[in-house]
């Protein structure tokens, strides 16, 4: 247990500290048994008790986000906590803050749990290109934002969307009604359509003492929007996206790992899509690449340690299974230069993740 005045003068806590985790999904689970190769341990808060990563962490602590007086004797059982997702409630990170440091810290959290906040500091702060966007409340909004920003156009909701949840393409005119009846009263954006080349990302980390270590560029596919393959490394990478990560990573103080989606367009021009504060699906193929996984570095980022290296050895093609794909494990665990993932997630769900593998080159 530790107050913000720190055990370690040096801010690295050592082997046998614990790390706090809000949300027991698969990328929770993935970083629990990376701390647990370190000799670090992990306290998981989530209101399933039979997460994914309940199974593999020292300990579950069950409750919903907004029961504040759980969250901070969770926050007290640990030495630092972190999150696997973007959309933990201000009220709880508040609540982890005032225990232990929260690393990433709020402001990462505000920035990219609202799309209208996301790209307004993207654009406005940093100065990065981002696709034009308007803030939509009303059809009337929609109305005259379609206008300017032409069609196609996506109609997406604020808060709570992924893998393509809370979005709808406007093809023409005829669309606009029922795209806005589809999500309100959900505060939206409305986004210019982009005609990119290819999707690319980076997740790169940043360390308590501001070293920063990118992972090389990686090159997503997406199917029914949801992240089906990434390849990394990517060809035809100039630096440019990892670039623009560090800025955005310093520019936040930011501790730990972030994954920065983007478009890209023919003529090698990179558009930022969004930012995610935390482990990214498009870094798991790091896992398998001879460097040290995304998992690990976040684990090392959150907890002061060194960063790891962050160069892979070999290329690495990762594979979603979504849904009923996952029944070909037995076959995938066959071939050679297979690595299997799997999430231990009991139901099978159209559009679920419940594994990758990656494939070494
Ligand atoms: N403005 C856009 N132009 C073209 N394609 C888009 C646009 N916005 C989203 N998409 C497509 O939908 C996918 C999911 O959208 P995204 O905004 O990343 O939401 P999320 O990943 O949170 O569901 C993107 O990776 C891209 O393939
Ligand atoms: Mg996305």
Redesign the pocket.
Known sequence: MQSHSPRNPDKTLPPGSTIGILGGGQLARMMAVAATRLGLNTHIYSPDANCPAALVAEKIIVGPYNDLDRVLEFSQSCDVVTYEFENVPAMTAKAAASAVPLRPGARALNVSQD?LEEKSFLRAQLDLEV?GFEDITSIHDLRRAVKRLGL???L?TRRF???????V?LRSEADIDGAWEALSPAPCIL??????DR?VSIVAARGLNGEIAAYPLTE?I?RN???HTSAAPAQNDDGSAAKIAAKILDHLDYVGVMGV?F?QMKNGQLIV??IAPRVHNSGHWTQNAGCTDQFEQHMRAVAGWPLGDARPRQGVVMTNLIGDDVADWKTLAAQAGTHVHLYGKSEVRAGRKMGHVNRTK
């Open positions: 799309r696709a196609p156009s996506v997406k969307g992924y893998d393509g949840k809370g979005q393409i986004e210019a359509f982009i005609a990119f999707e997503n997406h929007h949801i992240l989606e478009f899509n969004e």
